[in-house]
């Protein structure tokens, strides 16, 4: 069975995140697993206030949509001046958009974006950003599922989390992230842990035997049937799918 990611050599990943609330994505990433990867040096994460690129007594950052309706609209300027100040300093391999009409996050698209060095993420906010933006500067554009978030911060930090573990030297194991839900398409295999027996419920006697083999085809086979029955969409997928296909970064610039 064939793995879709690939670990890079361990070198520090960036992420920029503009948005107009900062201290909404402080914290998901200022603990565990995140936290380890930033005090190693593996993961930078830089926020940017777009409210300092903002002009006038009270730097505003939206304004009234043209056409009319409802909600406001992030406005060009401070969004543009802080890309553009920022590509002064490196070269960004994608500028996402966290958006409802993004293409959907999935395990896939966070191998491939961990395969990055510098990433910026622009959080959508109010009724979005002007287009211009979009047709200007984004390269990508992300959404975490097909509801409605208050605001991107949130989806960003999925992003980032969901990247940022991928990252050789983050987990104290690495080959844990080959075995997580979706890497090949499938679902992860029940896990078990002491007491070998608990409530008159026993482990399977396979994991006790210390065959490796045993184990492997035993967990391939669970994972199979835990698709099948949970997700049959995710089934389909690995039965009908290449995974001798090796995922490019290529398509994300």
Not at 45 to 55: E, M, S, T
Not at 121 to 139: A, F, M, N, Q, S
Not at 146 to 155: H, P, R
């Amino acid at each position: 069975m064939k793995f879709r990611l690939i670990l890079r050599q361990i070198y520090t990943m960036r992420f920029d995140i503009l948005t107009v609330l900062p201290e909404l994505i402080e914290s998901p990433l200022n603990h565990s697993i995140m936290k380890r990867a930033k005090d190693k040096g593996l993961l930078e994460v830089y926020l940017h206030n777009l409210r300092d690129f903002a002009v006038g007594k009270h730097r505003q950052v939206d304004d009234y949509q043209f056409g009319g309706g409802a909600g406001m609209v992030m406005k060009p300027e401070p969004i543009a001046a802080c890309i553009e100040q920022l590509q002064q300093e490196r070269t960004y391999d994608a500028i996402i958009y966290t958006s409802p009409d993004g293409v959907r996050l999935d395990q896939e698209l966070c191998n491939r974006l961990s395969m990055l060095d510098n990433v910026l993420v622009l959080c959508g906010h109010y009724k979005g950003v002007d287009e211009r933006i979009r047709e200007t500067y984004i390269t990508l554009e992300i959404s975490i599922g097909d509801y409605v978030l208050s605001g991107g911060e949130l989806a960003a930090a999925v992003i980032v989390d969901s990247v940022g573990r991928l990252i050789p030297g983050v987990l104290n194991d690495e080959t844990s992230a080959l075995f997580d839900s979706f890497q090949d398409d499938l679902l992860a295999p029940p896990v078990y842990t002491r007491p070998a027996e608990w409530e008159g419920k026993s482990v399977p006697d396979v994991l006790l035997s210390g065959h490796e083999k045993m184990i492997e085809d035993w967990r391939h086979e669970q994972s199979l049937e835990r698709t099948r029955i949970r997700r049959p969409d995710l089934y389909e997928k690995y039965v009908h799918g290449d995974h001798d296909k090796i995922n490019s970064v290529e398509n994300l610039h």
